[in-house]
């Protein structure tokens, strides 16, 4: 008899007959954990129709962009790429405490106002709790039904016979199945209820939204392979000591990814905001040394942030490089070409780049910014008034053009900017009514502003 693959790793979902300390299939080290094979569970599957082929082209091309619910929560349905899709699953991570029960019990009161049957399924907290939330964020009127249940079994069972529009389950770590021997929680546990979830979603045309707990590193708990069990993969972050959150769509089968949509934590909840450029600038006073606001692009959306830079001196030891809200190897990689290809030194000096506000900045559109607030620190000289800056740096210094230029600048005026230092030698711009200082490379960019 063949040996039944009964060990997994958490990480890339390989399959194993043994347990060893680190996975062939992608190198991770301490992920592989035995699980036992996945239960056919209460539903038996698609019936008659299982297993057989369609042509595509018989396929109801009537309804080819799927019907689609409006929450009528802007930044929500942003990010959900347009609206609520039916027959989906959806993954919402984020740390504990972020407000990812708020931010789901004020989106179900939202589309059960849009007419959706809805029910919230907590397994971490009690009804009354759930009730209390509620009735804070002014919701306890709301047509949601509510259940306290981390028993899969039972809640699938009911929710075939109440056949709702929209289920929450918060979240799907508390959920166990009692065909899977292990504890709630534990990675077979979690990717069973996944798999039962996500199968009872497209089986009932049923839209499903999972809470995933977040581990250490920022990943959602539990298998890597519940993010590709889902259609959409949301994240919501954010600062402690911040107000604002923000839901980002890192996957999604439905809609663009890189979507993000900003809510503010208010005493009554979760309240939108239609501006962020403005929200991440507010604190802005005179322009400082350091200091550099750069378009940028999220999703679809322009955005303005300030990045702000600190250099000092550090007489002891290896310099420190620390950096929030933007990639460390990044920002290694600009101060390596001010080094060689500008001559611009930074040994010997502690370098500190924030990202105001808490905002988390992906974009390489962002590289001359970055560059910016470094040398305007380094060299204690504030950039031109009302300017923002963007632009990608190559490792031989070449500014390199971005997309989306037109849009960034349109941002840019709508906030008061009446400058931008731009890539040089990308295609000619339409006038934008901002003035444009077009720089081919970085050392053209040091000299033209800092006079080096
Ligand atoms: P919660 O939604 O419970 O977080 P999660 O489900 O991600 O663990 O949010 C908890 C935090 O949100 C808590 O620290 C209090 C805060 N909060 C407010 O500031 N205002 C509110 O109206 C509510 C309901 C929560
Ligand atoms: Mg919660």
Redesign the pocket.
Known sequence: MAKSLSFHCSDCGASFSKWSGRCDGCGAWNSIVEEKPLSTGPGKGLGGKRGRSVPLVDLDTEEAPPPRTQSQVAELDRVLGGGLVPASATLVG?D???????LLLQAAAAFARRGLSCVYVSGEEATAQVRM?AR??GLDKANVRLAAETGLRDILTTLEAEKPDLVIVDSIQTMWLDTVDSAPGSVSQVRAAAHELTSFAKRHGVAVILVGHVTKDGQIAGPRVVEHMVDTVLYFEGERGHQFRILRAVKNRFGPADEIGVFE?????LAQVPNPSALFLQDRGEPAAGSAVFAGIEGTRPVLCEFQALIAPAPHGTPRRSVVGWDGGRLAMILAVLESRCGIPFAGLDVYLNVAGGLRVAEPAADLAVAAALLSAREDVALPPETVVFGEISLSGAIRPVTQTENRLKEALKLGFSKAIVPGGGKRLADSGVALRPMADLTGFVGDVFGA
Not at 265 to 269: A, D, E, F, V, W
Request: net charge positive; hydrophobic share 20%.
């Open positions: 984020g504990p405490g972020i407000g990812k029960s708020t939330r804070r964020l934590m208010t005493g009554k909840g």
